[in-house]
């Protein structure tokens, strides 16, 4: 989980937490494009993101990947589950009568 918003240290300190918490190392991290965090960056900030990103996984060991851009269906089944998450907890909600 991400906390903070979208930015390349949010994105370190959640993923590094969730590393230490498994005690192991995936072999590839698979990310969106983070458009919110690189539009909003200047062209040398976003490579600086880029090359810490890069550097980041490369001291765990990990391959990092993107999901590919303008294919919604390829990135909606990693997305699946939340939505499935999602309903369930407003059924179960809806059924005691209150979300409190």
């Not at 949010?10 to 690189?38: I, K, M, N, Y």
């Amino acid at each position: 989980m991400v906390l903070g918003g979208e930015s390349f240290t949010a994105l370190a300190e959640g993923l590094q937490a969730a590393l230490w918490l498994l005690g192991e190392v995936p072999q590839e991290h698979r990310t969106d494009s983070l458009s919110a965090l690189f539009s909003n960056a200047r062209r040398e900030d976003a490579q600086d993101m880029t090359e810490r990103y890069c550097l980041f996984c490369r001291h765990y060991g990990m391959n990092p990947s993107r999901n590919n851009r303008g294919f919604a269906h390829v990135n909606g089944a990693i997305e699946s589950a939340h939505g499935h998450l999602k309903l369930e907890i407003r059924d179960a909600l809806a059924l005691r009568g209150s979300a409190q």
